[in-house]
């Protein structure tokens, strides 16, 4: 169940250098849900560090 709250522990977790992967167990969703909730860009447009690198997207698309 998607919540305002998972998002923002989401946010702030990522912020912090906290692995997408394991920000995303934390909150008990998929990998793929955590960058429907917080997509790279969103991270960026806030003037946040890049949350995900070319190279994850690449990664994550060959699943």
Do not use: F, H, N
Not at 16 to 40: C, D, H, K, M, N
Request: charged content about 30%; aromatic content about 4%; hydrophobic content about 35%.
């Amino acid at each position: 169940m998607q919540t305002d709250a998972k998002i923002r522990s989401a946010r702030k977790l990522l912020k912090q250098g906290t692995p997408p992967r394991e920000v995303a167990a934390t909150l008990g969703v998929s990998v793929p849900t955590l960058y429907r909730w917080v997509p790279a860009t969103d991270a960026t447009d806030r003037g946040t560090k890049e949350v995900v690198s070319a190279g994850w997207c690449r990664r994550l698309r060959k699943r």
